[in-house]
């Protein structure tokens, strides 16, 4: 390689590893913050009545389901002083911050590798079977990051009902969902109203692309675990900024529909156009990001790397993402020219 520039001045940096949604901050947000920036002079409402009303409508759970926190690492802690599991079972590859979260609480982990060859998609009948009675906590992600991949409702079903006869608490991590095509029939927001094992996790910081407004919730029911969470958990942890802005979000259908429209519209036609590459192997995605991996014998994920960085673009190596390796990368899908862009480099290449 040679030793060119970072990247070339007339290029705009792109984020392509951010897998955030090229829409940006909702104009509902901006404009909830610009009204009542005053807020900030008084503490939080500790009730939270109509951002927990906001949720719920949102995610179709009962408000006394709802439990909320500053980003999806902080409910995970939560739920790791909770439960305070002796063991857990993860996907490998899969988010590497359940990994992180549960290694603080010393917690044993065992893994479950999805398989290349079936381009990691989840055999939820062979997941079951390695279900152990010494299991305390299984964590998933719907759809898995960085394989792109989604779950299918009733196959969570199983896994949940699996787990409750071995005294096991799931987690379903949902962070990309609204991603989906028809997500709603995905979300496993509606085990919960069936099982007492199950939290699923949401965070607002991809699809609306606030991380910085740090707010993600939890659904769960088990009145047991709640009365705890009420307890030992800050009563006012939710900014009264964010508390307001995110209100408001919830609502934004317009925000929310064409979101949904441009993803799909560019998920397609960034795989149409990447799959005429006989070099590259194309994970099909299902969420807002991609999974590829090259096939030269030398040329790895450094490499693309540093010949994205010199336009601007922002790939994910994923060397250091368990049962991944140099030759693999991740992009998300951001706005039509910058797809196009982002496209034809990585094409000069491999």
């Known amino acids: 390689m040679n030793n060119a520039p970072l990247r070339i001045e007339q290029y705009e940096t792109v984020l392509f590893n951010a897998n955030l949604n090229p829409k940006g901050i909702p104009e509902s947000v901006t404009q909830a913050i610009k009204e009542n920036i005053s807020s900030i002079v008084k503490y939080p409402d500790i009730y939270y009545n109509k951002l927990k009303t906001a949720v719920s409508s949102y995610v179709g759970a009962p ?20 439960l305070l599991p002796k063991k857990a079972l993860l996907l490998t590859p899969g988010p590497s911050e359940f990994e992180h979260v549960l290694s603080a609480y010393n917690v044993e982990l065992s893994f479950y590798n999805l398989k290349e060859e079936e381009d990691f998609k989840l055999d939820m009948e062979d997941l079951i079977s390695q279900l152990t009675e010494d299991l305390d906590l299984v ?22 009902e699996a787990c409750k006869e071995k005294d096991i608490f799931l987690i379903v991590d949902e962070m990309y969902i609204e991603f989906l095509d028809n997500y709603k029939e995905y979300t496993a ?12 996790i949401r965070s607002v910081s991809k699809f609306f692309a606030v991380p910085g407004l740090r707010f993600a919730y939890a659904i769960m029911n088990n009145p047991e675990h709640k009365e705890i969470i009420d307890l030992t958990t800050t009563k006012n942890n939710i900014a009264s900024l964010t508390a307001i802005a995110i209100t408001d979000m919830f609502k934004d259908e317009e925000y929310i529909t064409e979101s949904q429209s441009m993803i799909h519209t560019e998920r397609s036609l960034v ?24 096939l030269k014998d030398d040329l790895s994920s450094s490499d693309v790397a540093m010949h994205c960085n010199q336009r601007g673009i922002i790939i994910r190596k994923c060397d250091d993402i368990r049962g991944l390796s140099d030759k693999y990368i991740r992009m998300c899908f951001m706005k039509p020219k910058q797809n196009d862009l982002m496209v034809n480099t990585i094409l000069e290449i491999v």
């Open 139 to 160: 964590i998933i992600a719907n759809p898995n990051n960085p394989t792109s991949k989604k779950i299918e409702l009733a196959d969570i079903r199983k896994l949940t």
């Open 189 to 200: 927001v509606p085990l919960t109203e069936e099982f007492d094992n199950i939290s699923v």
């Open 63 to 82: 408000l006394e389901n709802i439990v909320m926190g500053n980003g999806s690492t902080d409910l995970l802690k939560l739920y790791g002083a909770l």
């Open 271 to 294: 795989y149409l156009a990447m799959s005429t590459s006989k070099t590259i192997k194309l994970i099909k995605p299902d969420a807002n990001f991609m999974l590829v991996k090259l």
